[in-house]
């Protein structure tokens, strides 16, 4: 399968590569959004950490990735989108941007839905977190 | 040397023509061109003769007489005159009804065999789908263990085409001629590699194909056993009556010259190439499992052919590891590469869990794989591997001595 030059860069220099800590520490950091979508045994997991600032300002997002290439180059795409922009901004984006920019052809779509789910499934930590309730981020994220 | 790049390591899926079975097809072309079945010309003689000359060669090579081996376009077509032309032809009981007969085989063959067999079980045959243990191997006491008064065909692989191991065919061929079964093996990884000899390994029909040893692509063979038992097919070709009647169409003699020449080299170099590709796999094995922490080799420990190797990268995806090392040639059980987004359903069937199925190199070295190549491809492996697992969030989570397999994943 041709990989679109775009999928090439973000595997190769993939941004905002990370994470704030071991699960345990992230977990009691209330500053912390952590998503974790996807299953190992269908061949992708991604993993987003967003820090968020008490204004809901998304300042830093950390990805890590076990999936192809695809999936990598989305969960890289993901972090460099939402970073700096507020919650509500962030949960804006849609798969079908990622699919865009990446040029991702069909059988590769379910990369972007994971990357859109993480970033939704993050937001919902932070508020959940954080005793934050908004009807939308939590039935978007139970969608999938 | 220089290494020349890419690197070409997926000899299980097809190899290159060597150069000396070229230039026998060669003449082929353009003056030897007649058609093997006129019988009134000196072009049509030739080109009988170029025919006679590949049987015997083919024949040599696995040690039938020439009157047993019938030629087709490949294994996929070997398999289906084997396994259709039998069934349909020692049947209990006629088209429409129930209860045909029993035939044996397993879970992990090619698709080339499983689909055949799904076909007959739609027409009324009875099909007993062996799963064996995680090594991959499947035994005579399998076998044994699944036979019933009414069954008519047993079909093995002798090589699993995607880890490698070596099921125990003549262990299995001798049980089915105690039984008065027939018995076919699906042999495309295993003849030209390795020592064949259809009587001593109680043999009744064998499907391998040419561009697996080196010959062209689209020309295969069936050995048919003509003497004890005498075994009949079910043609599923009709028309001109060629090859006995069991595969009618003229016979593509360029590709049949070549296979022919193939099989012969192969029989030459055989023992030289096993000792060569065997240290050459050896290697590869060691240096990965050695250099790289959670590394799992598929299959049986020794029971494996020395050209295909099956390994898994513990929390990295297959085809991510592909495109890291994009110089070498290979394949994967990840279900990324394949069209269904199925892991690899061998990898699945034997247990060894569809993580382990979607983290799986398959590399399959052959006549002109060089052990420069080899050290490339490790240190490329290793290189990718470490870079993979440093984005990988499940590789964390084992670093943290958290079981990956025990937390519970909203499966997508």
């Known amino acids: 399968m041709a990989y679109s030059e775009k999928v090439i860069d973000h595997y190769q220099h993939p941004r905002n590569v990370g994470s704030f800590g071991t699960s345990k520490d992230v977990a009691a950091r209330r500053d912390i959004g952590v998503g974790i979508v996807g299953a190992p045994e269908c061949g992708d997991v991604m993993q987003l950490q967003l820090r968020i600032s008490e204004e809901g300002i998304i300042e830093e997002a950390k990805f890590k990735c076990f999936g192809c290439g695809s999936a990598i180059a989305s969960s890289s795409l993901a972090t460099e989108w939402i970073k700096g922009k507020s919650i509500e901004e962030a949960l804006t984006i849609r798969n079908t941007q990622i699919v865009e920019e990446l040029s991702l052809p069909p059988v590769k779509i379910h990369c972007s839905v994971l990357a859109e789910d993480s970033i939704r499934s993050a937001i919902a930590d932070f508020q959940k977190k954080n005793g934050i309730v908004t009807a939308t981020a939590e039935t978007n994220a139970a969608a999938h | ?412």
């Open chain 2, 1 to 412: 040397m220089a290494l020349k790049l890419p690197i070409y390591m997926d000899n299980a899926a097809t190899t290159r023509t060597d150069p000396r079975v070229v230039e026998a097809m060669l003449p082929y072309f353009t003056e030897k061109f007649g058609n093997a079945a006129s019988r009134n010309h000196v072009f049509g003689w030739d080109a009988e003769d170029g025919i006679e000359i590949a049987r015997e060669q083919a024949a040599s090579l696995i040690g039938a007489s020439s009157k047993e081996v019938i030629w087709t376009s490949g294994s996929t077509e070997s398999n289906n005159l084997a396994i259709k032309g039998a069934a349909r032809m020692y049947a209990k009981s006629p088209e429409g009804t129930k209860n045909r007969g029993h035939i044996i085989t397993c879970v992990i063959e090619h698709k080339a065999v499983l689909d055949p067999c799904k076909r007959l079980e739609r027409e009324g045959f009875d099909i007993t789908w062996i799963t064996p243990a995680p090594d991959g191997i499947v035994t005579r006491q399998m076998i044994a263990d699944a036979i019933r008064s009414d069954t008519i065909l047993v079909s093995i692989m002798w090589v699993n085409n995607e880890i490698g191991t070596i099921n125990e065919v003549p262990e299995i061929g001798k049980l089915c001629h105690e039984k008065g079964i027939i018995f076919h093996t699906d042999a495309t990884q295993w003849v030209g590699k390795m020592p064949t000899d259809v009587e001593r390994d109680c043999i009744d029909l064998m499907s391998w194909s040419s561009h697996k040893i080196y010959g062209p692509k689209g020309v295969g063979a069936l050995f048919v056993r003509r003497r004890s038992p005498r075994v009949r097919l079910e043609a599923l070709i009709d028309g001109g009556g060629h090859e006995r009647g069991m595969r009618s169409g003229t016979l593509n003699v360029t590709g049949i010259v070549g296979f022919g020449k193939a099989c012969e080299l192969c029989k030459e170099g055989m023992d030289a190439d096993r000792e060569r590709l065997f240290s050459l796999k050896q290697k590869l094995e060691r240096e990965l499992s050695s250099r790289l922490e959670v590394v799992q080799v598929n299959g049986h420990a020794d029971r494996r052919v020395p050209h295909i190797c099956n390994i898994s990268f513990g929390y990295v995806e297959g085809e991510s590891l592909l495109m890291g090392i994009k110089d070498i040639a290979c394949s994967s059980g990840s279900a990324c590469t394949s069209a269904s987004l199925e892991p690899s359903y061998v990898l699945k069937n034997l247990g060894i869990g569809d993580e382990l199925a979607h983290s799986s190199l398959r590399l399959s070295i052959g006549r002109w794989t060089t052990e420069a190549e080899i050290d490339y491809a490790i240190q490329a492996i290793e290189k990718s591997v470490e870079h993979l697992r440093t984005l990988s969030p499940l590789w964390d989570l084992f670093k943290e001595g958290i079981d990956v397999s025990k937390i519970e994943w909203q499966a997508h």
